[in-house]
């Protein structure tokens, strides 16, 4: 499985590297940590910071998510892998402006583990006030009564949204954490996995799966899905996503949505939007509106050949979030 690189052992900061020498404008390294970014833009004091993160490998996760209307900065961890605590009370430091910082990450054990770190460090060291919400998305990951438990997938760019427009109007700090639990809340996801991807310290795939076959509710890592079997057609596979997630969520007729159709990595346009073609088809039945749409690559898993839909319940307040502009190096919004 052949990748563009140098040394292995240096992708993530030779992409780093590379990604702020072409968006100066948007986003800046700090001196104190390489693997710590914030937006190039001046914020306002008062403002609530808005910090995301997690392991490389997602791009444009996570830190193509930095910029004006969206997070104030990121902190960035290996393949796969959730940052250190340092990184991310660099971050800390540098975005807080006398109104707390909100920590957004995925529900993952070396996630809860080192931000949960840095938040103590924020609070003891420096005097800053941490909230945090955890994205819960993945509706494969644990069943209803256990959604403590499940997994954050491509859900967490539509939470990443609504939490940094809510900074934006200047919620304060308890405010911003209960838009972005909410927005979790109203949030699920559902993916198939068609092909593995290779870690580049190994060469070797990150799963097995046959020539012919699929597996429904595949982690983004390569967590083992709820079933493997022979691949079936867009519209069967879209069926089922689809379902899985009204019955995980009540989504009625007259609702609104915002709809995510998100490849992996390696999967194509053309496939991502036949998928999204079955999607508007089976809510318009429902009477269910699409009132903002997303296709494409917005959380990724290196190479990976799959999809997943993310649908996101609105109401008054959800629908501002999702409306807000937003001017990111690797997503931009008028």
């Known amino acids: 499985m052949k ?3 140098n040394d292995s052992r240096y992708v993530v900061e030779e992409m780093v590297e590379g990604y702020v020498k072409a968006h100066p404008d948007l986003i800046k390294q700090l001196p104190e940590n390489d693997r710590a970014l914030v937006t190039a833009k001046e914020t306002r004091e008062g403002k609530v910071g808005v910090l995301i993160g997690g392991g490389s ?7 193509g998510y930095v910029g004006e209307g969206m997070a104030d900065g990121v902190a960035v961890g290996n393949i796969f892998a959730s940052p ?10 540098a975005i807080d402006k006398g109104a707390g910082v909100v920590y957004l990450y995925g529900n993952y054990a070396g996630d809860v583990m080192n931000f949960g770190m840095a938040a103590e460090m924020a609070d003891l060291e420096e005097d800053i006030e941490v909230g945090m919400a955890l994205a819960t998305d993945d509706v494969a990951s644990a069943p209803k009564e256990e959604k ?3 997994r954050g997938i491509a859900g967490e760019f539509f939470i990443f949204k609504a939490t940094g427009a809510a900074a934006d109007f200047g919620y304060n700090l308890e405010d911003v954490v209960r838009v972005a639990k909410k927005a979790n809340e109203n949030t699920r996801s559902m993916g198939v996995g068609l092909t593995p991807c290779s870690l580049p310290q190994t060469g070797e ?5 046959g020539d012919d076959e699929m597996e429904i509710g595949l982690g983004h890592h390569g967590e083992p899905g709820v079933e493997k079997g022979p691949l079936q057609s867009a519209d069967e596979v879209t069926e089922r996503l689809v379902n899985d997630i009204l019955e ?3 989504i009625n007729s007259g609702d609104k949505v915002a709809v995510l159709v998100n490849g992996l990595g390696s999967t194509s346009r053309m496939e991502l939007y036949t998928m999204f073609r079955k999607v508007e088809q089976m809510l318009s039945e429902l009477g269910i509106e699409i009132y903002r749409s ?10 990976m050949g799959g999809a997943s839909i993310t649908l996101m319940k609105l109401d008054d307040e959800l629908i501002k979030t999702i409306d807000h502009p937003v001017n990111c190096p690797m997503f931009v919004q008028k």
């Open 205 to 209: 795939p990150s799963f097995e799966i």
């Open 84 to 93: 250190s605590p340092d990184p991310i009370l660099e971050v800390t430091k």
């Open 3 to 5: 990748k563009l690189m």
């Open 294 to 303: 997303y296709v494409g690559d917005y959380i990724t898993s290196l190479e």
């Open 248 to 250: 995980d969520i009540e």
């Open 148 to 150: 403590e438990k499940r």
């Open 57 to 63: 490998g997602h791009e444009p996760g996570f830190l």
